[in-house]
DNA sequence: AGCTTCGCCTGCTTGC
DNA sequence: TGCAAGCAGGCGAAGC
């Protein structure tokens, strides 16, 4: 195999340095705003259990967070039981303020929002528009999946991380409480990192991206890094704030609300980077498969354990 | 209970 | 050129 691979790039999926970014850059735009009216088209768009969309109308939004790769925006003063709206972005879904004005961040005209690069090869707006938020003397907040992964969740504030399976993030993880996580768990670490339970806001990409720096093959068992919890969690913090300071990676048509690229893709070490040499030691990267997921990895800087040391 | 596999959904890429 | 199959991926459900 001569030179690298012409890798078929996936888009890059919103994890916890893109949500992250999107409601830094959300939060100055509807903080504060009152719901006119809000429509979803799509009824299976609705986590089970959820409200209706329509029923944040006359709420009042206290502010926008983040819970692992959820945006979730708290609201007050609307009907009972309204107190929070919980969007996932699932892999394709976008929040789209298109005309905004003030606060700062998401200024996107419509013309602009029109304009953009296609998103996952569709445009904004169109049969991908699925949700939208009017507020009171303000601007709008589109959703819009083309591939409908994402989700939306209207309902009370009370156990909302245990009802949609958020676990901690890695910034609200201590090391001896994610070793506890991690104990007598079989299970590869690429898996578990996934699972948003354990622990939340990592995705595929900066899974891998993790488990280089911090030295571990993704196929050794949750239990046999349960002592190098430390070293897995410094450089999970390091790698996504980094990653945050990037506005997050852009391989193809991820795009911040206000339409910018993220950065992140030029750190990348190991994702995407398959039959690549490792900048570290000059090995070729290897992409396998865990738990049916593609998985990146230096086979020199990651030693395999001891079971699949065979390959 | 823990772990793996499947299927959802859509658009792009690959192969015939 | 056109069409079908394959692939990607978060995550819940089903299966082991």
Same mark, same amino acid.
């Given at each position: 195999?001569?030179?690298?691979?012409?890798?078929?790039?996936?888009?890059?999926?919103?994890?916890?340095?893109?949500? #992250?970014t999107? &409601?830094?850059?959300?939060?100055p735009?509807?903080?504060?705003?009152?719901? !006119?009216?809000?429509?979803?088209?799509?009824?299976?768009?609705?986590?089970?259990?959820?409200?209706?969309?329509?029923?944040?109308?006359?709420?009042? &939004?206290?502010?926008? #967070?983040?819970?692992?790769?959820?945006?979730?925006?708290?609201?007050?003063?609307?009907?009972?039981?309204?107190?929070?709206? *919980?969007?996932?972005?699932?892999m394709?879904?976008? &929040?789209?303020?298109?005309?905004?004005?003030?606060?700062?961040?998401?200024?996107?005209?419509?013309?602009? $929002?029109?304009?953009?690069?296609?998103?996952?090869?569709?445009?904004?707006?169109?049969?991908?528009?699925?949700?939208?938020?009017?507020?009171?003397?303000?601007? #709008?907040?589109?959703?819009?999946?083309?591939?409908r992964?994402? =989700?939306?969740?209207?309902? @009370?504030?009370d156990?909302?991380?245990? !009802?949609?399976?958020?676990?901690?993030?890695?910034? #609200?993880?201590?090391?001896?409480?994610?070793?506890?996580?991690?104990?007598?768990?079989?299970? @590869?670490?690429?898996?578990?990192?996934?699972?948003?339970?354990?622990?939340?806001g990592?995705?595929?990409?900066?899974?891998?991206?993790?488990?280089?720096?911090?030295?571990?093959?993704?196929?050794?068992?949750?239990?046999? *890094?349960? !002592?190098?919890?430390?070293?897995?969690?410094?450089? $999970?913090?390091?790698?996504?704030?980094?990653?945050?300071?990037?506005?997050?990676?852009?391989?193809?048509? =991820?795009?911040? @609300?206000?339409?910018?690229?993220?950065?992140?893709?030029?750190?990348?070490? *190991? =994702?995407?980077?398959?039959?690549?040499?490792?900048?570290?030691?000059?090995?070729?990267?290897?992409?396998? *498969?865990?738990?049916?997921?593609?998985?990146?990895?230096?086979?020199?800087?990651?030693?395999?354990p001891?079971?699949?040391?065979?390959?």
């Amino acid at each position: 195999m001569g030179g690298p691979q012409e890798s078929n790039e996936e888009d890059s999926v919103p994890e916890l340095p893109e949500v #992250e970014t999107v &409601v830094r850059q959300l939060a100055p735009c509807i903080e504060g705003r009152t719901v !006119r009216r809000a429509t979803l088209r799509a009824r299976d768009l609705y986590r089970s259990g959820s409200l209706s969309l329509a029923s944040v109308r006359a709420s009042r &939004v206290e502010g926008v #967070e983040r819970a692992g790769k959820a945006i979730v925006i708290r609201l007050g003063g609307g009907l009972p039981g309204v107190e929070m709206l *919980v969007v996932h972005l699932g892999m394709t879904g976008r &929040v789209v303020v298109p005309g905004a004005t003030g606060g700062g961040m998401p200024v996107m005209e419509p013309a602009v $929002a029109g304009s953009l690069p296609p998103f996952a090869g569709v445009a904004y707006g169109g049969r991908h528009r699925h949700g939208r938020i009017v507020f009171v003397g303000g601007p #709008e907040l589109w959703y819009v999946d083309p591939r409908r992964f994402g =989700y939306l969740f209207v309902g @009370p504030a009370d156990g909302l991380r245990d !009802r949609l399976h958020i676990g901690p993030d890695p910034f #609200e993880l201590t090391a001896r409480a994610m070793s506890a996580r991690l104990r007598g768990r079989k299970a @590869p670490i690429k898996s578990l990192l996934l699972n948003q339970r354990v622990i939340s806001g990592i995705g595929n990409i900066y899974a891998d991206e993790i488990l280089y720096h911090a030295g571990m093959h993704p196929l050794r068992s949750g239990a046999s *890094v349960e !002592r190098d919890t430390g070293i897995l969690l410094r450089r $999970a913090r390091t790698v996504l704030r980094r990653a945050i300071q990037h506005r997050g990676t852009t391989l193809r048509d =991820y795009r911040t @609300p206000d339409g910018r690229r993220g950065s992140f893709q030029s750190c990348l070490l *190991v =994702y995407a980077r398959e039959g690549e040499r490792c900048r570290r030691c000059g090995a070729r990267i290897r992409k396998i *498969v865990v738990a049916g997921r593609g998985t990146h990895f230096c086979p020199g800087c990651q030693r395999a354990p001891r079971r699949a040391r065979a390959r």
